[in-house]
Each structure stands twice: as structure tokens, then as C-alpha cells.
């Protein structure tokens, strides 16, 4: 038994591990997926405004995203092959293609909203009529699959009217998970008031939601044409940089000359609302080497706080404050 040396152990050893590892590498961890940093990316190359000819102040915008694939059955069972800055995070419970339709319909619906604000504040006169949100699609296996369909329009809920998809999200902030909210929606015509339990969100247990997802049935004509093209960028959470590079690009100065990241769900009236992968974009806005962050206030700015490393953040809960707060920077 000489073939048998520590060397020829060691180094057979190391090919089953090395074996093993390629083996879970190749598979998929089923339900899971992995949120990855995405440096910042500026805002003024994707928005054209009439004569944009004009060079704005200085100081560019930029809007972070996050980038999210399946989960190796590897990087879930051993944390450090994961890359840096990446989370494992439950796996929506839809198709890619159906998750990725949702993503682009809440980016357009973003683009329309953050072009209604901008141009509110510039003062124009904006033709805008909000008649609740539009259910796209609902979470099966939840209470709400019995009660609610795709194209219902929610329109209030526990007696609040509801206008945006923030607006819901502000009535659900009341509750917890398996409390009952009383939603109100029209289909086909014809008004009707259910009682939804709210289930868990699975990024923060202690979050309620209704089993829904939901886009802002928002109708306007703009004063102004418009044009934002992201390319392949889903998700609503760019409204507040959109916003602010509008605004900067008609001619204000926004920024004073600071290098400035921003990130927060706009409604219609201007508020902010949270947004997710919070980690991942604070990192984003980091590599980028901007000045400050700006990110919906409460628990996102607590969070990117926690990996800031010096990055200034700067809560804001609606758009005028944003503009004020960047007014102030020094």
C-alpha cells in the first residue's frame, strides 16, 4: 500500500472537494436568489428634455439599481463563496419573465410619476388624474387569491382612499402580518368592499402585505415631452432620481455641484416611499465615489447607514425636502 502517501491522500482529497464544490456550484438553490451590487449609474444619459442642448449645472445625478440572479446551492451553504456585498434573499413566487414584465411596468410607471412631480414643482401645468392602482398580479396560496383578480382596481382600503401604490403601502404599515384590512375594488363597473388577511412579507416578517402586486393607475399629459429610456432596469425605486435630474436638466441647480445618488419610490404627490436592497445600492453608490446618497427616510436610511463607511446619507421623506436638503450641502 506505498500509493498510498499523506501526498496522494492530500491531493485526492482536495480533487473531491474541489469536485463537490463544482457539483453545488452547478446547482440551483431552489427559492432562493442573490442580490449583487451594480455600481451607480448617472441619470442624464438616459433622460432627454426639450433643448438639451444645454449643458445643466454641475454636479450629475445617478440612481443605483441591484442586480439579481438564482442562487447556487454553493453560495447558500457557504457564505464566503458569495461576491462581496451580495444577500440571499426568497425567491419571488412568479416566473423570471413574469417578475421581469412586473419590473418594466413599475419602471414606466416611475418614469410617468417622477415627470409629473419635477414638473409640478417647476410649476407648469400638469394634467394628472389618479383613480387608484391596478392589481397586475396576485400571489397564490394567499387569502387575497379567493378574494382579488389581475385588473381589479383597489381604490380603498380600510376606508382610506387609496390614489398609489405608496398610499396602499401606508394603510398596510398599520398592521402585521394575519391582521384583516377591508380593501375596496371595482371590477367590471361595480364597487365592492372585501376582508383581506394580510400575509408576511418575505424580505421582513414583520411587514404585512395583501398577496398583491400593484402598479399606480395614473393618467397624465405632460406640458412638457419627456423621454427616460433605462434600457433593461425594472423596479420603481428610481422615481426620486429621475425626478431630481428633470428638474436639474430644465434648468435648475440641483445638485451645487456635488456628486449625488438618490434612491426612493415617487408618488404623484411627491412623497417617498421605501424601497428594497437598500445594502446593495448604498455599496452601488459607494463604488461610484458620489458625495452623498439620498434614501427614503426610516428604516432604508438606518440601513444604509450601516454600510455607508463615510458616505453621507441623507434621509428625505418627499421630493421638496430632497431638493432643501441638497441645497444645504456643504
Same mark, same amino acid.
Given at each position: 500500500?506505498?500509493?498510498?502517501?499523506?501526498?496522494?491522500?492530500?491531493?485526492?482529497?482536495?480533487?473531491?472537494?474541489?469536485? &463537490?464544490?463544482?457539483?453545488?456550484? %452547478? /446547482? =440551483?438553490?431552489?427559492?432562493?436568489?442573490?442580490?449583487?451590487?451594480? *455600481? !451607480?449609474? #448617472? $441619470?442624464?444619459?438616459?433622460?432627454?428634455?426639450?433643448?438639451?442642448?444645454?449643458?445643466?449645472?454641475?454636479?450629475?445625478?445617478?440612481?443605483?439599481?441591484?442586480?439579481?440572479?438564482? &442562487?447556487?446551492?454553493?453560495?447558500? %451553504? /457557504? =457564505?464566503?463563496?458569495?461576491?462581496?456585498?451580495?444577500?440571499?434573499? *426568497? !425567491?419571488? #413566487? $412568479?416566473?423570471?419573465?413574469?417578475?421581469?414584465?412586473?419590473?418594466?411596468?413599475?419602471?414606466?410607471?416611475?418614469?410617468?410619476?417622477?415627470?409629473?412631480?419635477?414638473?409640478?414643482?417647476?410649476?407648469?401645468?400638469?394634467?394628472?388624474?389618479?383613480?387608484?392602482?391596478?392589481?397586475?398580479?396576485?400571489?397564490?396560496?394567499?387569502?387575497?387569491?379567493?378574494?382579488?383578480?389581475?385588473?381589479?382596481?383597489?381604490?380603498?382600503?380600510?376606508?382610506?382612499?387609496?390614489?398609489?401604490?405608496?398610499?396602499?403601502?401606508?394603510?398596510?404599515?398599520?398592521?402585521?402580518?394575519?391582521?384583516?384590512?377591508?380593501?375596496?375594488?371595482?371590477?367590471?363597473?361595480?364597487?365592492?368592499?372585501?376582508?383581506?388577511?394580510?400575509?408576511?412579507?418575505?424580505?421582513?416578517?414583520?411587514?404585512?402585505?395583501?398577496?398583491?402586486?400593484?402598479?399606480?393607475?395614473?393618467?397624465?399629459?405632460?406640458?412638457?415631452?419627456?423621454?427616460?429610456?433605462?434600457?433593461?432596469?425594472?423596479?420603481?425605486?428610481?422615481?426620486?432620481?429621475?425626478?431630481?435630474?428633470?428638474?436639474?436638466?430644465?434648468?435648475?441647480?440641483?445638485?451645487?455641484?456635488?456628486?449625488?445618488?438618490?434612491?426612493?419610490?415617487?408618488?404623484?404627490?411627491?412623497?417617498?416611499?421605501?424601497?428594497?436592497?437598500?445594502?446593495?445600492?448604498?455599496?452601488?453608490?459607494?463604488?461610484?465615489?458620489?458625495?452623498?446618497?439620498?434614501?427614503?427616510?426610516?428604516?432604508?436610511?438606518?440601513?444604509?447607514?450601516?454600510?455607508?463607511?463615510?458616505?453621507?446619507?441623507?434621509?428625505?421623506?418627499?421630493?421638496?425636502?430632497?431638493?432643501?436638503?441638497?441645497?444645504?450641502?456643504?
Amino acid at each position: 500500500m506505498r500509493w498510498l502517501t499523506p501526498a496522494r491522500l492530500a491531493a485526492g482529497g482536495l480533487f473531491l472537494l474541489g469536485a &463537490a464544490a463544482f457539483v453545488l456550484w %452547478l /446547482v =440551483p438553490a431552489d427559492g432562493t436568489d442573490i442580490l449583487l451590487v451594480d *455600481p !451607480a449609474h #448617472p $441619470v442624464d444619459p438616459i433622460v432627454s428634455v426639450p433643448d438639451d442642448s444645454k449643458t445643466p449645472a454641475p454636479g450629475p445625478i445617478y440612481f443605483v439599481d441591484v442586480r439579481e440572479r438564482g &442562487a447556487r446551492l454553493l453560495e447558500r %451553504l /457557504v =457564505p464566503f463563496t458569495r461576491p462581496s456585498g451580495s444577500s440571499l434573499t *426568497p !425567491a419571488p #413566487p $412568479v416566473s423570471s419573465a413574469v417578475e421581469q414584465q412586473i419590473g418594466q411596468q413599475d419602471m414606466t410607471e416611475s418614469q410617468k410619476v417622477a415627470a409629473v412631480v419635477a414638473l409640478n414643482y417647476l410649476g407648469y401645468k400638469v394634467q394628472a388624474t389618479s383613480g387608484g392602482v391596478t392589481i397586475v398580479l396576485v400571489e397564490q396560496g394567499t387569502p387575497a387569491a379567493k378574494l382579488l383578480k389581475t385588473s381589479d382596481l383597489i381604490v380603498a382600503a380600510d376606508g382610506h382612499k387609496v390614489t398609489s401604490v405608496l398610499g396602499l403601502r401606508k394603510v398596510l404599515a398599520k398592521h402585521r402580518p394575519g391582521d384583516i384590512v377591508q380593501v375596496t375594488y371595482v371590477r367590471d363597473g361595480k364597487r365592492k368592499t372585501v376582508a383581506v388577511k394580510t400575509v408576511a412579507d418575505p424580505q421582513d416578517s414583520k411587514r404585512a402585505l395583501v398577496g398583491v402586486s400593484a402598479r399606480d393607475n395614473l393618467k397624465v399629459k405632460l406640458p412638457v415631452k419627456i423621454k427616460i429610456d433605462a434600457g433593461g432596469v425594472g423596479g420603481p425605486s428610481a422615481g426620486l432620481a429621475f425626478a431630481l435630474d428633470i428638474v436639474r436638466e430644465l434648468g435648475r441647480d440641483v445638485t451645487h455641484g456635488h456628486r449625488v445618488a438618490a434612491t426612493g419610490e415617487i408618488a404623484p404627490d411627491g412623497s417617498v416611499g421605501p424601497i428594497g436592497g437598500v445594502k446593495q445600492k448604498t455599496l452601488g453608490a459607494r463604488k461610484a465615489g458620489v458625495d452623498a446618497f439620498l434614501v427614503p427616510a426610516g428604516e432604508n436610511a438606518q440601513e444604509a447607514r450601516r454600510y455607508a463607511d463615510g458616505l453621507r446619507i441623507i434621509p428625505v421623506q418627499n421630493f421638496p425636502q430632497a431638493l432643501r436638503a441638497l441645497a444645504t450641502l456643504r
